[in-house]
C-alpha cells in the first residue's frame, strides 16, 4: 500500500516525517485547532480521484474558525488547489483519505486569535472491516458535550477528548464502539460517527440539537434516503430505551462510511444481523462517493 511522502504547512510541501508545530502554539497548549477528514476516491476509470462533498467540509471548517474566533478564513478554492497539489505529489494508488487541520500556531493568551496555519495530510484509509460484520456498541457513562460548554456540531479538536474517554471506556468494556448521551440522558452520537437506527421501519437519528456534529455523510444520507424510498428520515430526540428496540441501526461518517451496528449494550439489534435498510444505504454510499452513479455529481470534486 502507499505511504505519505509530503504532508502540507501552509501551503508548502514538506517531507511527511520533518513536519512540526511549536510546542507552545496555541494549537497544542489550548487546543486551539479545528479540522476535518475528507475522502478522495479514486473514479471507476482509475484516472482521477474526487473528493466528496469538499465544499460543505470547507463550509464546516470555517464555521469552526468563526465559532472560535481564528483571524480570517481559508477560501474554498485555495484549500482545493493545495489538497490537489498534495494528493498528487504522494503518487497515491488508491483511495486517499485527508485530514486538514487549521490551528493557532503562534504562542500567546488563551484569547490570542493568529497566527492562523494550517497542515494537510494524505494518507492511506482502507474500508473497516467490521463494516462487512456489524459491530458491538455500548452506552458510555461518560456524557456527550453539551452545546453551551464545548459546542459540539464544530469540528474541534478540543471536543475529541471527550470521544476520547468514550473509546477508551468502550474498549475496556470489551465493545467495538461506543454512543454517547446528552447529558438529558437522550441518545448524541458516537466518538467519531453519527448514528442511526430503524423502528417500525421508519428511519430515525437525533436531531442537530442532540450534542452532534453536524455530519456531512449524516446530510448525505438524510438525501439518499428521501430519493431512494420518498420517506424523509425522522430527526428527533431518541430515548435511550429505544436503542434496546431497534430493527436495524448503524453508524456514519466520512472515515467510518457506513458501519452497521448488531447489538447494543449486549442486546442483539434486531435479529443481531446486518439488516436490509442499512445494507441499500451503505451500498448506495459506496456507489455515490465513487460516482458509480450519475447523482449529484455536485458532491463530487474531480482533481
Ligand atoms: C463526533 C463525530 N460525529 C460524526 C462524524 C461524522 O462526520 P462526517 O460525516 O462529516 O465525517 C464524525 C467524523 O468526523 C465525528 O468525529
Known amino acids: 500500500m502507499w505511504q505519505p511522502k509530503l504532508i502540507m504547512m501552509n501551503g508548502e510541501l514538506v517531507p511527511f516525517d520533518e513536519a512540526g508545530l511549536h510546542p507552545l502554539s496555541l494549537a497544542v497548549t489550548y487546543a486551539a485547532t479545528v479540522f476535518e477528514g475528507l475522502r478522495a476516491y479514486q473514479t471507476p476509470d482509475n484516472e482521477q480521484f474526487s473528493l466528496f462533498r469538499l465544499a460543505e467540509h470547507i463550509r464546516r471548517l470555517q464555521a469552526g474558525m468563526k465559532l472560535l474566533r481564528f483571524d480570517g478564513t481559508y477560501e474554498t478554492d485555495y484549500l482545493r488547489d493545495c489538497l490537489t497539489r498534495l494528493i498528487y505529489a504522494n503518487e497515491p494508488d488508491g483511495d486517499v483519505y485527508i485530514r486538514l487541520l487549521v490551528y493557532i500556531e503562534g504562542a500567546g493568551l488563551m484569547s490570542t486569535t493568529g497566527p492562523v496555519g494550517f497542515t494537510a495530510a494524505a494518507m492511506p ?31 474541534s479538536t478540543a471536543n475529541y477528548l471527550n470521544a476520547r474517554l468514550v473509546s477508551h471506556q468502550a474498549k475496556a468494556d470489551g465493545y467495538d464502539g461506543a454512543l454517547m448521551l446528552t447529558p438529558q440522558g437522550k441518545v448524541s452520537e458516537a466518538p467519531i460517527a453519527c448514528f442511526f437506527m430503524v423502528r417500525d421501519g421508519q428511519l430515525i437519528t437525533p436531531d442537530r440539537s442532540s450534542n452532534i456534529l453536524e455530519s456531512i455523510t449524516r446530510d448525505t444520507i438524510l438525501t439518499r434516503y428521501r430519493e431512494l424510498t420518498g420517506s424523509r428520515v425522522e430527526e428527533r430526540i431518541v430515548d435511550r430505551s429505544e436503542l434496546y428496540l431497534a430493527d436495524e441501526a448503524f453508524l456514519c461518517g466520512t472515515g467510518q462510511e457506513i458501519l452497521p451496528v448488531t447489538s447494543i449494550d449486549r442486546l442483539p439489534v434486531g435479529n443481531g444481523t446486518i439488516g436490509p435498510i442499512t445494507e441499500q444505504l451503505r451500498q448506495d454510499y459506496f456507489a455515490i462517493v465513487r460516482g458509480s452513479v450519475p447523482d449529484h455529481p455536485e458532491w463530487r470534486t474531480l482533481i
Not at 484509509?125 to 452506552?139: F, M
Not at 458535550?145 to 459540539?152: G, K, R, T, V
Open 125 to 155: 484509509r482502507t474500508r473497516p472491516k467490521l463494516g462487512d460484520t456489524g459491530l458491538s456498541l455500548g452506552v458510555s457513562s461518560w456524557q456527550r458535550l453539551s452545546d453551551n460548554a464545548c459546542p459540539p456540531r464544530i469540528k
